[in-house]
């Protein structure tokens, strides 16, 4: 036994070894720390918190460095400096997308990856089906309750710790785990939308589109004889599927947090409705452009997506090419993680980032402060696409939620505890109950 474990390790060593100087020879890839045979630094990251690790690694190894996932080595830009170099002033370069393999067995290579729950959720929600599917779902239609519910429970999932172990190592989907509750979920929801489809083809006017799905059924009809169109079926739901899933329970969980974080701090919501008050009054609903004229209204929003640090990690990215970053050299596809938490708790930007302080965005005469370190969408190239649709979102939702409801918590609020309970992917806030007082 002792002789096969040995045998193990020295394969495993030369495994490593081989694919390191086939794919990485021609390149100098940054510093880390050694890898381990097989499962590389994952021993040396918390799963449950990778920023965290990632920031105490670039203490010693620097704001570019190399962490391996399995034997697969990323490229780790954190802090401001270093992410701006990247997606900003060389944004083509690193515009590519990188490996999420949850999500590629989801959606097959169509689509990059992407409360009080429930009322939280069926906003957002809405507003994506309005622009998929032409119509909004009442809030009791029970299949719209479903859908809400598995892109809740994805999101969740995929940010637990289990789902950080099977993107370093894909091959773990043939065991039982969380990410089998993804694919059962995307299956349901793909029969879901697959039905909506048929609706559409069924009632489809070629001269008349509806929506998203009837132009992409007109284009699909247009290139069906050509076998390199990506105008497909497949590509179809796997797109429905990712704009669903980065436009919903993003900006839900980001709301869900917001409130518990004033909750927590009821001398901020009520600042913010005097502004309000001030501002719109209450006989007519907040519209976007009252957003100039609310400037610590928009700063509380700022913070919160600041502080929440919703994608601490961004979606993976990838070079598009061989590129010299500083003094390295980074091989085409190689992975690429921008440590968004690094930019986001600067606390040469935001003095005392760990504290929740809208005048982390406001300057000495109480006007709004723009900062190039917000980078909660991420930045360059492959910006979030939702990102205006989302801004807008967080602000009406949050302004007409304040205009007209006083926030009770169940406990004192010095007793609300605002630590995520997964911090991996996404950030999930913990469960809590509230009670909307009418005003």
């Not at 620097?62 to 034997?71: A, D, N, R, S």
């Not at 697959?194 to 083809?201: D, G, P, S, Y």
């Not at 050299?329 to 980032?353: A, H, Q, R, W």
Request: some cysteine; hydrophobic content about 40%.
């Amino acid at each position: 036994m002792d002789l096969f474990i040995i045998l193990v390790i020295c394969l495993s060593c030369l495994i490593l070894l081989s694919l390191w100087n086939r794919s990485y020879a021609k390149g100098k890839l940054p510093p880390g720390p050694t890898p381990l045979p097989v499962i590389g630094n994952i021993l040396q990251l918390n799963s449950k918190n990778i920023s965290k690790s990632i920031s105490m690694l670039a203490k010693d190894y620097g704001p570019v460095l190399t962490v391996y996932f399995g034997m697969k080595p990323t490229v780790v830009l954190h802090g401001y400096e270093a992410i701006k170099e990247a997606l900003i002033d060389q944004g083509e370069v690193f515009s590519g997308r990188g490996s999420f393999p949850v999500a590629e067995k989801i959606t097959q290579g169509f689509a990059s990856p992407c409360d009080p729950t429930f009322l939280l959720g069926c906003v957002p929600c809405n507003v994506i089906s309005s622009i998929i599917f032409q119509n909004r779902f009442d809030y009791r239609d029970q299949k719209f309750l479903t859908l809400m519910k598995y892109f809740n429970e994805n999101f969740e999932t995929v940010s637990t710790p289990w789902i950080q172990l099977y993107n370093a190592f894909p091959f773990l989907r043939v065991l039982p785990g969380s990410h089998n509750v993804l694919f059962k979920n995307y299956a349901l929801q793909r029969s879901f939308i697959l039905e909506k489809v048929k609706e559409h083809q069924e009632s489809l006017d070629i001269n008349n589109p509806r929506d998203f799905i009837d132009y992409f059924l007109i284009r699909m009809e247009k290139e069906k004889h050509n076998k390199e169109s990506e105008f497909t079926m497949d590509n179809l739901v796997a797109t429905i599927w990712d704009m669903f899933s980065a436009g919903t329970e993003t900006t839900s969980t980001t709301m869900r947090y917001g409130l518990l974080l004033l909750l927590k701090h009821p001398e901020i919501s009520a600042k913010v409705r005097e502004e309000i008050d001030h501002v719109v009054g209450k006989n007519r609903s907040v519209c976007m452009q009252d957003r100039s004229r609310m400037p610590y209204t928009d700063a509380v929003v700022h913070e919160i997506q600041r502080y929440i640090d919703l994608i601490p990690t961004n979606v993976p990215h990838a070079v598009t090419q061989d590129i010299r970053f500083r003094e390295y050299l980074i091989p085409k596809g190689t992975t690429i993680l921008t440590d968004l938490t690094s930019v986001l708790y600067d606390d040469k930007e935001f003095p005392n980032p760990e504290k929740f302080d809208p005048g982390h965005f406001l300057d000495e005469s109480g006007n709004f402060k723009k900062s190039d370190y917000f980078m909660a969408f991420s930045a360059g190239k492959r910006i979030c696409a939702g990102e205006g649709l989302a801004r807008m979102e967080l602000f009406l939702i949050l302004t007409t939620i304040l205009q007209n409801f006083t926030l009770k918590p169940l406990v004192d609020p010095k007793d609300i505890d605002t630590t995520p309970v997964h911090k991996g992917f996404g950030t999930i806030p913990p469960f809590y109950e509230l009670c909307f007082i009418p005003v």
